[in-house]
């Protein structure tokens, strides 16, 4: 009976928020629209990020580099090859993001717990720093010099081409926002996927005790390598993403910063379940849009919102709604049993 009442109550979820994914284009104004595709694409990067902290228990505070290197490699390739495909923009943006994890990674892996955190502060900081200082945009000559110089690293990219269809300005928005949506269907479903196969456990067998994992024969290094190089991919596909959302790319989204933010809402929501990740990107972005009606003062209200809900939700906004729905659980088993 219990387990008919919780798939009920998943399909009603499930059919609730597929109706408010096709209409919300029409529902919310195009700025709400916005900041609703920025949660999405947050999400993405947040649920990329849990495989190798809540999944591999590894935390990671370089993981901005692969989110900047998804949006500057589309960026570079429509300045300087002239490619006004997003398709292909996203393609680049992947790739790029994927080889840059699979070569950090193979060197990160080698170290644990702070050690490795440290290690993936210092490659994000030195890749950060080649974009801040330009010497990325000496390597294409003049006209990459010309450009650093015009933005200081920061790049524009206008709207791009969509299967080869132009969208203007008032269309654009809402046509992209079903992209992202399919984007974010599909890396939930593969990185569900993956959270639940044997992979998934390995990795998770590995998060709770790494030398146990390696006394019972599991390449511990190999697997974690694995999960960083996935994690990539997830992250450079959100930076791509976000680029072409934004259409302002600069070096702060390189930035050790950054990174903390990605940690800092995927605790929010929780680590330890699938959609906590999800969740605290929801939440990280409307407390960040509540903060930015104080102009003076931002990054303070910001904080203090963050310190509110981390003060209420000490164990995540997942583990609260799990303890609340345990609670009316225990609350409604008397008075069944007085029924009966």
Same mark, same amino acid.
């Given at each position: 009976?219990?387990?008919?009442?919780?798939?009920?109550?998943?399909?009603v979820?499930?059919?609730?928020?597929?109706?408010?994914?096709?209409?919300? &284009?029409?529902?919310? $104004?195009? !700025? %709400? +629209?916005?900041?609703? =595709?920025?949660?999405?694409?947050?999400?993405?990067?947040?649920?990329g990020?849990?495989?190798?902290?809540?999944?591999?228990?590894?935390?990671?505070?370089?993981?901005?580099?692969?989110?900047?290197?998804?949006?500057y490699?589309?960026?570079?390739?429509?300045?300087?090859a002239?490619?006004?495909?997003?398709?292909?923009?996203?393609?680049?943006?992947?790739l790029?993001?994927?080889?840059?994890?699979?070569?950090?990674?193979?060197?990160?892996?080698r170290?644990?717990k702070?050690?490795?955190?440290?290690?993936?502060?210092?490659?994000?900081?030195i890749?950060?720093s080649?974009?801040?200082?330009?010497?990325?945009?000496?390597l294409?000559? &003049?006209?990459?010099? $010309?450009? !650093? %110089? +015009?933005?200081?690293? =920061?790049?524009?990219i206008?709207?791009?081409?969509?299967?080869?269809?132009?969208?203007g300005?008032?269309?654009?928005?809402?046509?992209?926002?079903?992209?992202?949506?399919?984007?974010?269907?599909?890396?939930v479903?593969?990185?569900?996927?993956?959270?639940?196969?044997?992979?998934?456990?390995t990795?998770?067998?590995i998060?709770?005790?790494?030398?146990?994992?390696?006394?019972?024969g599991?390449?511990?290094?190999?697997?974690?390598?694995?999960?960083?190089?996935?994690?990539?991919?997830?992250?450079?596909?959100?930076?791509?993403?976000?680029?072409?959302?934004?259409?302002?790319?600069?070096?702060q989204?390189?930035?050790w910063l950054?990174?903390?933010?990605l940690?800092?809402a995927?605790v929010l929501?929780?680590?330890?379940?699938?959609?906590?990740?999800?969740?605290?990107?929801?939440?990280?972005?409307?407390?960040?849009?509540?903060?930015?009606?104080?102009?003076?003062?931002?990054?303070?209200?910001?904080?203090?919102?963050?310190?509110?809900?981390?003060?209420?939700?000490?164990?995540?906004?997942?583990?609260?709604?799990?303890?609340?729905?345990?609670?009316?659980?225990?609350?409604r088993?008397?008075?069944?049993?007085?029924?009966?």
């Amino acid at each position: 009976m219990h387990d008919t009442r919780a798939l009920a109550a998943r399909v009603v979820v499930l059919v609730a928020a597929g109706a408010w994914v096709l209409v919300a &284009p029409a529902a919310l $104004s195009p !700025y %709400l +629209l916005i900041i609703w =595709s920025y949660a999405l694409i947050l999400s993405i990067a947040c649920l990329g990020l849990n495989l190798v902290f809540g999944t591999t228990g590894l935390l990671s505070l370089g993981h901005a580099a692969y989110f900047g290197a998804g949006a500057y490699a589309g960026a570079f390739l429509y300045r300087f090859a002239h490619v006004s495909s997003f398709e292909v923009y996203l393609l680049a943006g992947v790739l790029t993001s994927t080889l840059l994890a699979a070569v950090i990674g193979f060197f990160c892996v080698r170290a644990t717990k702070i050690h490795f955190a440290i290690l993936t502060l210092a490659f994000s900081q030195i890749l950060h720093s080649l974009f801040i200082d330009g010497a990325i945009f000496r390597l294409f000559g &003049p006209l990459g010099w $010309s450009l !650093y %110089l +015009l933005g200081g690293g =920061s790049m524009y990219i206008p709207r791009l081409t969509i299967l080869g269809i132009e969208f203007g300005p008032g269309e654009f928005i809402p046509v992209f926002y079903y992209v992202i949506v399919l984007v974010f269907c599909v890396s939930v479903f593969l990185l569900w996927r993956i959270n639940h196969s044997p992979f998934g456990k390995t990795l998770r067998a590995i998060r709770d005790n790494h030398t146990r994992a390696a006394y019972i024969g599991i390449p511990v290094r190999r697997y974690r390598w694995y999960a960083f190089i996935i994690s990539g991919v997830f992250l450079g596909l959100a930076g791509a993403l976000y680029g072409q959302l934004d259409r302002q790319i600069t070096p702060q989204q390189l930035d050790w910063l950054f990174s903390a933010k990605l940690v800092l809402a995927t605790v929010l929501g929780g680590t330890r379940d699938f959609v906590g990740p999800m969740l605290g990107a929801f939440v990280f972005i409307g407390l960040d849009a509540i903060a930015a009606r104080w102009a003076v003062g931002h990054n303070m209200i910001m904080g203090l919102l963050l310190m509110f809900v981390v003060f209420v939700f000490p164990r995540g906004l997942v583990g609260a709604l799990t303890s609340l729905t345990q609670m009316a659980r225990k609350a409604r088993a008397p008075m069944r049993l007085g029924q009966k």
